[in-house]
C-alpha cells in the first residue's frame, strides 16, 4: 500500500531529496531530526496542559512524551558516536505553516480537534518522511533505525486521529481532516529541498 492510501497525504517526498540532499549532510539531518523528537515531547506536553480533565488523552500522552525523548536520545547517540555535534534548535517551517491552518478561537472543543489534527499531520509527514529514508538512505544503520521510527510515527498518527474523533464534540472531524490534507499539500510542495526531516 502507498503512503496516500495509509496516511492519506496527497503528495508523496521524491526518493531523490535522500540521495541529492540528505546524503551530503548527514549531520544537519540528524541535528534536525532530535530536535523533531524534542519538539514532538513538547506538543505532548502542551496537550497534557490544555486538556488535564481527559484521564486516557493525558497518560497517552505522558507515555508519549516518554517515547519522543527516548528517540531524542537515540538520535544524539548517533550524533556523539558518528563525532558530529548537536547543533542549535532548528526552525521548523513546514510545521510553523501548518500551524497557520488552526482556528485561533472557536472554543476550546475546535482548538483541541485541530491540535491533535495538527500533531496526526506532523507524525503522518514524519512517517512518510522516515520510510522514504530508511528505503533510499544508503548507510545501513540509519536505514534500519528509519525504519523501525517509521512504524513509531504510524502509530501516533492513529492514536491523534483517534482521540480527535472521540473528543469532536459534534464537529466533523473527517472534513475537517480532508481540508487539512488538501492544505498540507500546498504546503509540502515547497519542500524537499534541504537535509531536515521536513525541509
Known sequence: MSEKTILKLQLPTDPLWVKN????????????????EQKAASNAITIIVQNPDLPDLVQEMADLVREEMDHFKRVHEFIVKRGYTLGRERKDHYVNELFKFLHKGGGRSIQRVDRLLFSAMIEARS?????VLSENIADQELSEFYHELMISEAGHYTMFLKFAKKYNDGIDVDKRWADFLVYEANVIKNYGKIENIHG
Open 127 to 131: 512517517c512518510e518522511r522516515f520510510k
Open 21 to 36: 540532499v540528505v546524503e551530503s549532510n548527514i549531520e544537519e539531518l540528524l541535528t534536525d531530526h532530535a530536535f523533531c
